[in-house]
């Protein structure tokens, strides 16, 4: 980490060659207005050789951070080896080993029993997979999905997000899916599932058995809202009751983000299929999964399927991945630097309570709801010029979101936490000293 991280560089024009030769439907550069050259673990550096802390982690692809070391050099030695790269659905001695190492190290420590689909390389492909086996299974169509909801950005994954923006650019009717209030949504001591349920028994609501229920156990794009263990309990019981298959998307809330490899795990609830990609991929390189119990892998030979579902540098990198999760190891570490992150964060809240609503979020996904959802911006902007990479969360915006990669240095994690807390002073008590202090350099 070099001694100017923290101060602020202003580039003129940084991004003209984007500007005027890619499309406009661009977003995170026009957040982040520089160019990015280098990427090690926890930083990026740009072209002026300014460093930044990295709290957004590749939207959570980049779990083990920039050029992983350990990862690197398992793809390297497969390069060099004339290693196959590109092959469909077919047989690879990379897509062999990735098989056994999810089975032996992910699944049979859990006692979980899923086949494994390649439907590929998105999150997006993953959900509507999971959606195409769900109905070819029940014979049925519709999908209950949740308010705030976020599966992706194809049409079918796209029926069953929440946020308007993101729907109204589809072009069409989306349909096939009902949404539902979420686990708070109708305040704390709402029970959602109730509404499900009895909508379920009542012949008279309009409420067709649907084919599948889809939810997140933590909403990464709704705002940071948690679904209780108690809340997923009850849902599972209704699905199981009603023959409704459940579907938890763990594209983004998945290896590890939470503290366990699956979000769901300390829920005692066991999905009928579930959806993974971002950081499954273990070096940022697209790949997803869907996970599906063996009794209801109904696939006919082709019936789904995508070029690049045989991304082999991908299975070399999620295999050598997958070493982290031979042990305890990096799990508690997530729980060392998840407590870290909440302290900071409640006293955050506690400290400009008449500011922000309160801090959300588990693991290493975290961050503050502000009252005024313009705020969560701001702080994201003075954040960036100081040096940290961060993000916004949340139906209006209104949340700032911590994600750094999980194996994030802890003088790097702190010290992002320091500029936070310089950022929050100069957003709502102007410039403090420290803040001036970085500034002059």
């Not at 982290?324 to 407590?339: F, H, N, T, V």
């Not at 929050?424 to 803040?435: F, K, N, V």
Request: hydrophobic share 40%; charged share 25%; with cysteine.
């Amino acid at each position: 980490m070099t001694e100017w991280i923290g101060k602020a560089t202003t580039v003129k024009e940084p991004l003209t060659v984007f500007n005027r030769l890619e499309s406009e439907v661009r977003s995170y550069c026009r957040s982040f207005e520089t160019v990015f050259v280098k990427g090690s673990n926890a930083l990026l550096q740009d072209r002026n050789e300014k460093e930044y802390i990295d709290f957004f982690a590749g939207a959570g692809a980049l779990n083990y951070g920039h050029n992983n070391p350990q990862i690197r050099s398992k793809l390297i030695d497969y390069l060099l080896e004339d290693g196959i790269t590109h092959s469909l659905d077919m047989a690879t001695d990379a897509k062999e080993a990735f098989l056994l190492r999810f089975q032996e190290t992910i699944l049979e420590p859990r006692g979980l029993d899923y086949k494994v689909m390649f439907p590929g390389p998105t999150g997006t492909n993953s959900v509507e997979s999971a959606f195409k086996i769900a109905r070819k299974v029940t014979g049925r169509t519709n999908i209950v999905c949740f308010t705030n909801a976020f599966h992706g950005m194809s049409l079918g994954s796209l029926s069953a997000t929440g946020n308007a923006f993101k729907r109204g650019g589809a072009g069409v009717q989306l349909s096939g899916t009902t949404f539902l209030p979420y686990d708070g949504y109708l305040g704390p001591l709402v029970d959602t599932t109730a509404l499900l349920e009895k909508l379920l028994q009542d012949p008279g609501s309009g409420l067709d058995t649907p084919a599948a229920v889809i939810v997140e156990t933590l909403q990464g794009e709704g705002g940071l809202s948690a679904a209780s263990g108690k809340w997923l309990r009850s849902l599972e019981r209704i699905c199981r009751e009603h023959g409704i298959l459940l579907i938890i998307d763990d594209v983004q809330m998945g290896c590890g983000r939470t503290g366990t490899f699956f979000s769901f795990e300390s829920t005692g609830i066991t999905p009928d299929i579930v959806c993974l990609s971002k950081s499954i991929g273990g070096y940022g390189l697209p790949m997803a999964l869907t996970l599906i119990k063996p009794e209801h892998d109904l696939w006919q030979p082709g019936e789904h399927n995508g070029t690049f579902r045989g991304n082999n540098l991908a299975f070399v990198a999620a295999s050598a991945a997958l070493r982290y999760w031979e042990d305890d190891s990096l799990a508690g570490q997530i729980r060392d630097r998840s407590e870290i992150i909440a302290d900071f964060l409640r006293r955050m809240a506690s400290r400009y309570s008449d500011r922000i609503a309160e801090s959300r979020g588990k693991g290493m996904i975290q961050g503050l709801a502000f009252h005024k959802p313009e705020d969560a911006s701001r702080l994201c902007k003075l954040m960036f010029e100081r040096g940290v990479i961060m993000e916004t969360s949340g139906p209006r915006d209104e949340v700032a979101k911590l994600m750094p990669p999980l194996t994030i240095e802890d003088s790097l994690l702190k010290k992002g936490l320091q500029l936070l807390e310089a950022a929050l002073s100069d957003l709502y008590e102007g410039i403090s000293p420290r803040a001036a202090l970085q500034a002059k350099g």
